[in-house]
């Protein structure tokens, strides 16, 4: 809330990988993708190796650190995102291109068990590291869709971009160690559209 994480997760940046190394960067961050969704963001990094057929020195070597594999992990979704967000600036019902977006980032933060916190800390920790990079781009789609909705009197004025962004990410944490994490997550985002809604009842 989102420089791109190969600049920082590979070893010998500027430097062309050979196509062993590069089928292994790839199987590496496929596995994580998966592991990171089944066990969340603090799965074993010896077990994603090993599910990528590679020793564990070579994870490494890849990602020295594991918000490096979490970034390679989020590149692509980052990059959907703020595409996502920039599509719907021109989409005609400004109210439901913003709740379309918000949702799409709440499921995002929900795909990875405890991403919320390592983001955010991430962020705070190292400024120009791609996580900062990405919170600023996504802050600035999210901004700029909720200014058009306010702009055309779709949501009330007084309604903040830091404010809302921070409800979004709050639910996500909220509703990600519960059973029904998908279901409770669209019960508060209905209550946070509801609340911005101009009249004070979504559409």
């Known amino acids: 809330m989102i420089a791109l994480a190969g600049q920082n997760s590979r070893p010998h940046a500027g430097r062309p990988m050979r196509a062993d190394a590069r089928r292994n960067h790839g199987q590496l961050v496929e596995q994580a993708r998966i592991a990171f969704a089944e066990f969340g963001v603090d799965a074993s990094l010896d077990e994603i190796a090993r599910r990528a057929g ?5 994870l490494y070597r ?3 650190t594991r918000l490096n594999l979490i970034e390679a992990v989020l590149a692509k979704q ?7 967000g920039r599509e719907l600036l021109t989409a005609k019902d400004e109210f439901d291109a913003l709740s379309t977006w ?3 980032a709440l499921t995002h933060a929900l795909t990875y068990r405890g991403l919320a916190a390592t983001v955010m800390n991430s962020a705070l ?6 996580v900062s990079t990405w919170h600023t781009e996504l802050f600035e789609v999210g901004a700029a869709l909720l200014a058009r909705a306010r702009q055309s009197g779709v949501v009330v004025a007084d309604a903040d971009e830091a404010d809302v962004l921070k ?3 709050a639910i996500a944490w909220a509703a990600q160690d519960t059973p029904d994490s998908s279901a409770q997550a669209d019960r508060l985002l209905a209550l946070l559209m509801n609340g911005l809604h101009h009249g004070g009842a979504q559409r």
């Open 54 to 58: 590679v020793a564990s020195g070579t």
């Open 102 to 104: 918000l949702r799409a």
């Open 78 to 84: 980052i990059t959907e995102l703020t595409g996502l």
């Open 62 to 64: 890849h990602f020295p």
């Open 125 to 130: 920790d190292r400024g120009n590291s791609p």
């Open 167 to 169: 409800m979004v990410g």
